[in-house]
């Protein structure tokens, strides 16, 4: 499965010269400092690399692109867990025990497991698709909406767990979330729940209505609030204290290991890196002993997410760099770096370039280091956010969110969503509904729309199609597992203690 | 002042109505009726209403439950132990509400009269707002926030912006 | 102390509305007279392509910028305005001023008629000036490599065979989608003889493909490109073989055993497009930018970006353009009413 030959050749690519190198510290700091500035996106950050790519040559552009791709997957992580605003939809697992991390002032801890988490992902995934690129690029074909589709009920049953106290709020959330997911022009090309507004046929902006949900509703609480982290000795730097978050990772190896190969698979299916870090979570979460913790600060909430973010960014690579076929998003943009250098995509190309390919994937283990080294001093650099004081601070970011939306699309649907959603999401917030279970149906809304209706199709409206898809059936069952094993567990557990208490009062 | 529940030990014990969940959870279902609705009339086919129906059904019901939860006779030891509604504290409500108000002005006038002014008006407006008082900090942090924001914008991310003074960008 | 804030919030609120005012009041634009033309262009020109970046019009566009400049005088930049299937860029272009100093580059048909016709949108073909349509795509059919169909001819006759049980892909409103309609029609066949599965973007549909997922799709040919080494073209919409399939023969030569025609839609078009009252008010500005973009497409270095990219540009003038343009848009107009009923 790994071809020498090719390997030795991409050993030497990367050993004779300094160029494919000199692109990784700039495109991980292009990846990072966008990413981190709640408002900014990844195009924006795409505005900055493409224009670069013709004066590199074809691997320098791949190293390029993957670095901004490598920085970005920790970039998103910092707002999340400074500021409770995901640098991405990618990052609202991180948020869920990230902020309430950095409110308790542990926010040095938060960003070290967050770095760790980052780089662990992506070396256990660059391993994976160096020994194995063949082969997975060949399975992610079989995958199809089927598959897809058990992906988005796994992310649906998350949205029960995040209930709180009311579980009818929290489905009645994501019930929310989900039917918003879906406003827009149907596959039947008709708009739905657009009032007639020609910005809202692609659907509710995303992004902006996510940082709407999160941010300013949880911004507009600590109003009245001084800052972010009210104990003055916790509000600092600390590079001990960064690295006693990193060393912290490592004690949750499991759950780090977990994270690691569920995002990579999932990060394989087309869709799947964008909800790779809630499913992770939620797994997570379900196979703890103590579930409760989760949502209050837990380090293996942050690691979870964190991991397979990181894990299902090489994931989605995949496909690309195996076959050459672009599942959409990052690697559709990778399609564009290719055909800038007069290469076309399709599975010829890991036939004609298997040395590149063997490169790029090296380079990406390599750029890990890089990546913590250089996160590491961006950590010290964002950390500051917390020294600031909130009535700088909370305008700062709500200004740079709305230019960030209306940058974003050159029109007022992505302000204007950021501040209605900032508004229902303040009043979620107060009367107990939660938001993240809301985000959660929004982010799953379309993926799941689209894949249900193309199963659909696909079976002609007959059962007996299912059994022709053994993928998708043993992920069906291994959701239904999952779901039920844990309260099976908990009923036995109660079962047990109660025959113990009937043995004691009747002996 | 608390709005805790009566407590009456006697059979006249009030239902206690949580009215603000209530409104909220109506006007969650009316919208999720009207859209159901609203994709229904343009289109009742299969391919459009798969995933609407049966989770706008979901919804509904669910906004049942939700209803049943905010009105129901508590029992004395639920009350003695539920914490009385919280009413905000007058000062904290108007900076909620007039942050929010602020937010819309920026949202709307933004594009419309330039981003440069409406940044430096509402950064200025929310700081003094949130208590910031020393003038230094309050004319020259949202007047240096707003050059860079027009120029990063503008020139970095090739993402220009509508300005009224800031000449130069487009 | 809430006085205060009030009076501080107050005073905000009411200087931003002064300075609105005083905004609204000085905004308007001199109207530039004929003689402005000589001197046009005087500054940057803006092309708008009203999809995504990466794709085959955006980056035409880059190549445009690169390389237009030196015979236009002045530089070019892209800026990329998607949604609504060309839509919003469309009405972006629309709201511009018809100075010249804004135009279009994206793929006048389909995607405009299909704005008109399908998505109601708010403009008419007569709004625009269609440059020159100097890269075409067309429809093929191809099958998922595994399959058994070595014709089309063959595909066909496991579809009568078989009803309900064949399934393509498609992009709902597409030339692909229409056409895929339009052959059943021709061969009396109902749209429920064969699945359809709707995809929104080709990604996900030609990885399915690719995949073997889905059995045939018609579609542009341009886009197959990836998957290439996964599919067999058995037919392509053109009245004419093509080098690039040799053995696909024109659709209409497999139909005819069956006593059917299909119509040849046009795939993409992809054209410079001004808003109609530029060429009107500004006459010599618009010779000068059609002569800039003549020189631009003879110039050797850009011909090499060109076939570099696997792009084409032909000229095939304004009127050819706007004739191709138009009888697209009757064509997809007639098969309106079959969209709706399948």
């Known amino acids: 499965m790994l071809d020498l030959h090719a390997l030795i050749a991409a050993l030497h690519l990367l050993g004779s010269s300094w160029q494919p190198w000199a692109v990784v510290i700039p495109g991980i700091l292009i990846g990072l400092l966008i990413h981190s500035v709640p408002g900014l996106t990844t195009s924006m950050a795409l505005a900055i690399c493409l224009p670069l790519i013709p004066y590199m040559n074809f691997l320098q552009a791949l190293i390029f692109m993957t670095a901004m791709y490598a920085g970005s997957v920790f970039g998103v992580a910092i707002p999340a867990i400074l500021l409770n605003v995901p640098g991405s939809a990618a990052a609202v697992g991180t948020t ?64 029960g767990t995040l209930s709180g106290r009311h579980l009818s709020r929290g489905l009645l959330a994501g019930v929310l979330g989900l039917l918003l997911g879906t406003v827009g022009v149907s ?45 003055l000795a916790q509000r600092q730097v600390k590079a001990i204290r960064i690295l006693a978050g990193m060393r912290e990772a490592f004690r949750h190896k499991t759950v780090m290991l977990r994270g690691a190969i569920l995002g990579s698979c999932i990060g394989i299916i087309p869709g799947g890196h964008a909800i790779a870090n809630l499913l992770s979570y939620s797994e997570a979460r379900r196979v703890a002993k103590d579930p409760e913790k989760f949502g209050t600060g837990d380090p293996r909430g942050v690691l979870a997410a964190e991991t397979a973010n990181a894990s299902s960014e090489g994931g989605s690579m995949a496909t690309l760099l195996a076959l050459g076929i672009p599942t959409g998003g990052a690697t559709a943009v990778m399609l564009v770096a290719f055909s800038m250098q007069n290469i076309t995509g399709g599975p010829s190309f890991m036939r ?41 601070l909370v305008p700062t970011i709500l200004t740079l969110a709305v230019i960030g939306s209306y940058a974003l699309s050159h029109d007022i649907a992505g302000p204007i969503t950021l501040a209605v959603f900032a508004i229902i999401g303040w009043i979620m917030h107060k009367l107990d509904y939660p938001v993240q279970a809301a985000v959660v149906g929004l982010l799953l809304g379309r993926g799941a729309e689209g894949n249900l209706l193309r199963t659909y199709q696909m ?15 043993v992920m069906f069952i291994l959701l239904v597992a999952s779901t039920t094993l844990p309260l099976v567990r908990s009923m036995r557990t109660a079962a047990r203690k109660g025959k113990l208490k009937w043995n004691e009062e009747h002996s | ?52 129906l049966p989770v706008s059904t979901a919804g509904l019901l669910l906004y049942f439950f939700v209803i049943a939860g905010s009105i129901k006779r508590p029992s004395l030891a639920e009350i003695q132990s539920t914490p009385p509604h919280e009413l905000m504290d007058r000062g904290v409500a108007i900076k909620i509400a ?29 700081m003094a707002f949130l208590g910031e008082r020393r003038i230094l900090v309050l004319l020259f942090f949202p007047l240096l926030f707003s050059v860079a924001v027009i120029y990063c ?16 960008q487009n | 102390m809430e006085r205060r804030t009030f009076l501080t919030s107050g005073a905000a609120v009411l200087g931003s509305s002064l300075i609105g005012a005083a905004a609204g009041c000085s905004r308007f634009r001199s109207v530039e007279g004929n003689r402005g033309d000589q001197a046009w262009p005087q500054r940057l020109l803006t092309i708008v392509v009203p999809f995504d970046v990466g794709g085959s019009a955006d980056r035409l566009s880059r190549g445009f910028a690169q390389y237009m400049p030196k015979y236009l005088g002045q530089p070019m930049t892209v800026v990329d305005r998607a949604g609504a299937s060309g839509m919003i860029g469309t009405n972006w272009l629309l709201q511009q001023p018809t100075d010249g100093y804004t135009v279009m580059m994206t793929p006048a048909t389909p995607y405009i008629p299909i704005n008109i016709i399908i998505t109601n949108a708010h403009y008419t073909l007569d709004d625009f000036t269609f440059v020159n349509g100097q890269w075409t795509d067309y429809s093929a059919l191809i099958v998922a490599k595994d399959r058994p169909w070595r014709t089309a001819g063959e595909l066909i006759d496991a579809i009568r065979a078989n009803p309900g049980k064949i399934s393509t892909g498609v992009d709902f409103g597409s030339v692909g989608h229409i056409e895929t309609l339009a052959m059943l029609e021709a061969l009396g066949l109902k749209p429920n003889a064969i699945r359809f599965v709707t995809f929104d973007g080709s990604g996900a549909m030609h990885a399915a493909l690719a995949g073997g997922q889905l059995d045939f799709y018609i579609g ?79 110039a050797p270095n850009f011909k090499k970006f060109l076939s570099d990219n696997q792009m084409a540009g032909d000229w095939v003038g304004e009127a050819r353009t706007t004739q191709i343009i138009r009888e697209q848009f009757e064509v997809l107009s007639k098969y309106k009413s079959l969209l709706n009923k399948s």
């Open chain 2, 1 to 52: 002042m608390p709005d805790a529940p009566s407590i009456n030990e006697s059979a006249d014990r009030k239902f206690a109505v949580d009215m603000p969940n209530i409104l909220f959870a109506t006007a969650l279902a009316g919208w999720i009726a009207w859209y159901c609705w609203d994709a229904w009339h343009a289109n009742s086919a299969m391919e459009n209403m798969i995933l609407i």
């Open chain 2, 153 to 168: 914008f503008g020139t970095l991310l090739a993402t220009p912006l509508p300005v009224l003074i800031f000449r130069g």
């Open chain 1, 459 to 473: 079976s002609g409206g007959n059962f007996g199609f299912l059994l022709t898809r053994p993928i998708a059936i």
């Open chain 1, 187 to 231: 596959a039947r090309g008709v708009p739905r729940g657009t009032f007639g507004i020609d910005l809202l046929l692609d659907g509710i902006p995303v992004v902006p209505a996510i940082v709407g949900l999160f941010a300013a509703a949880e911004l507009f609480n600590l109003v009245g609030r001084e800052y972010i982290v009210d104990n």
């Open chain 3, 220 to 298: 542009q040919s341009e886009s197959n490109l990836v998957i290439r080494d996964y599919v067999r073209t058995l037919a392509v919409f053109l009245d004419h073989r093509v080098p690039d399939f040799p053995d696909a023969p024109p659709i209409n030569d497999v139909l005819k055993p069956y006593h059917a025609t299909v119509p040849l839609i046009a795939g993409s078009v992809r054209t410079f497009v001004f808003p109609s009252a530029f060429k009107v008010k500004h006459p010599v500005a618009y010779a000068k930018f059609v002569s800039a973009y003549r020189a631009t497409l003879d």
């Open chain 2, 98 to 126: 007039g942050s929010m108000a602020m937010l819309a002005a920026l949202v709307l006038a933004g594009p419309l009269i330039g981003f440069d002014v409406a940044t430096f008006v509402y950064m200025l407006g929310m």
């Open chain 1, 96 to 159: 869920f025990d990230g902020f309430p991390m950095a409110k308790a002032g542990k926010h040095n801890e938060a960003l070290g497991l967050a770095l760790v988490a980052s780089c662990f992902g992506q070396v256990v995934v660059y391993l994976l698709l160096l020994g194995l690129a063949g082969p997975i690029g060949a399975f992610a074909l079989k995958l199809g909406p089927p598959e897809m589709l058990v992906l988005s009920l796994w992310g649906v049953t998350l949205i």
């Open chain 1, 352 to 392: 004609d370039h298997a040395d590149i390919v063997y490169a790029v994937i090296l380079a990406n283990l390599a750029q890990v280091a890089v990546l913590a080294v250089v996160g590491f001093a961006f950590i010290f650099a964002a950390g500051f956010v917390v020294k600031v004081r909130l009535r700088l």
